[in-house]
C-alpha cells in the first residue's frame, strides 16, 4: 500500500497531471509510478493492414514513453517507474492492475472539467483504492479540504466508509498542509423546506448536540463542522464553493448492480456537481479491514 498509479494519457484536459500526481506521492510518502494509455481507431492502409497497424501502434507508444520520460526529467524524478500500454478499456485495466495490497491511490485527471465521463465513472464504480480525479479547472482555490460524512447513519458499511473517509481526508490534510472542514447533510425535502413548516435552526442544533462525541473524536474545531439542511449534492456544492475548497473526499458504497457495478444516486447527484479535486474513497468490508471493524 505504497504506491500511487498516475494515469496518463495524450488527450486529456490537465496537461500536468503527471507533475501534480508525482507532487501529491511525494507529500503523501508514497512511491509514484505512471501508466500511459494509448489507443487510436485506424482507417486507410492503416486499417486494412496488420504489419502497418502494429508499426504505427508502436510509434504511437514510443512517443507516450518518450513524453513521459522527458517530463519525469525535467521535474528531477527519472527513478520513476514508467510505461505505456495500448489499451481501449482504460478503467477495466487500471481497476484489474490497481488493487488495496500494493497500491494507496489512483490518480487521474478528469477528462473534462464540466462533467465525467464514462471511463470517470466506471473508475469510480470499480476502483478498489481511493482514486483522486484531478480537475483542471480550478479558480480561486484556497488551501482547504472538504469531507462529506453521513453522522446519521447507523449501517456498519457505512460507518465503515465515514471512517475510510475521515482517514483519507486527515493524510491528504496533514500531507498538503491544508484546513480540513467536515460537511454533514441532514435531507429535507425541498417542500417541507418551503412551507416553512420544520425549525431548520433547531434541527441543526439537534444534530450538533447528538454528534457531539462523534465530532469531537474527529478533533476538528466547531468552526470546521458544517451541518447543513436539504439536498446532499446542492449542499455541499454550496458549501465547497463557499470554503474554495481544493479537494473533496467522499465516499462511494459500489454495488452489484444489472449491467454491474454501481454507486448510489446520491454519490453520482454531488459527484456531477463538484468543481474540486475530488477524491473518491470506496466502500470497505468490514470483514476484509479488522481494523475498521475494531472502531465500529
Known amino acids: 500500500m505504497d504506491r500511487m498509479f498516475i494515469i496518463s494519457q495524450k488527450h486529456q484536459a490537465k496537461n500536468d497531471v503527471i507533475s501534480a500526481g508525482v507532487l ?13 494509455y494509448c489507443y487510436e481507431s485506424f482507417s486507410g492502409d492503416a486499417y486494412y493492414n496488420p504489419r502497418i497497424a502494429a508499426s504505427v501502434r508502436l510509434q504511437i507508444l514510443n512517443e507516450a514513453e518518450k513524453n513521459v520520460e522527458t517530463e519525469l526529467t525535467q521535474l528531477g524524478a527519472e527513478q520513476v517507474p514508467h510505461h505505456a500500454v495500448w489499451c481501449k478499456n482504460l478503467s477495466e485495466h487500471a481497476c484489474g492492475q490497481v488493487n488495496a ?5 489512483m490518480l487521474k485527471s478528469l477528462a473534462e472539467p464540466e462533467h465525467l465521463q464514462p471511463t470517470d465513472w466506471q473508475l469510480i464504480r470499480n476502483t478498489q483504492v481511493p482514486l483522486m480525479l484531478m480537475n483542471n479547472n480550478l479558480v480561486r482555490r484556497a488551501n482547504s479540504i472538504l469531507m462529506a460524512v453521513d453522522l446519521g447513519s447507523n449501517n456498519p458499511d457505512k460507518l465503515a466508509l465515514n471512517h475510510a473517509v ?10 498538503t498542509g491544508a484546513k480540513l472542514h467536515l460537511g454533514f447533510v441532514i435531507r429535507l425535502p425541498k417542500l417541507l423546506r418551503d412551507m416553512d413548516v420544520v425549525n431548520t435552526q433547531h434541527l441543526v442544533k ?3 448536540l447528538s454528534h457531539k462525541q462523534e465530532i469531537e473524536l474527529i478533533g476538528l474545531p466547531p ?42 444516486n446520491t454519490a453520482e447527484a454531488i459527484l456531477q456537481r463538484l468543481r474540486s479535486n475530488i477524491l473518491v474513497v470506496p466502500n470497505v468490508k468490514l470483514s476484509d479491514n479488522p481494523q475498521l471493524s475494531s472502531l465500529i
Open 24 to 36: 501529491l506521492a511525494n507529500q503523501l510518502g508514497v512511491s509514484p509510478e505512471v501508466m500511459s
Open 206 to 208: 439537534e444534530a450538533y
Open 223 to 264: 468552526e470546521q463542522v458544517h451541518i447543513l439542511i436539504g439536498d446532499a449534492d446542492l449542499c455541499l456544492f454550496e458549501l465547497s464553493c463557499r470554503l474554495k475548497a481544493e479537494y473533496i473526499v467522499m465516499g462511494v458504497r459500489q454495488h452489484k448492480g444489472i449491467l454491474g457495478q454501481i454507486i448510489g
Open 101 to 105: 495490497d500494493e497500491y494507496a491511490m
Open 166 to 175: 475521515i482517514k483519507q481526508a486527515k493524510q491528504l490534510a496533514k500531507a
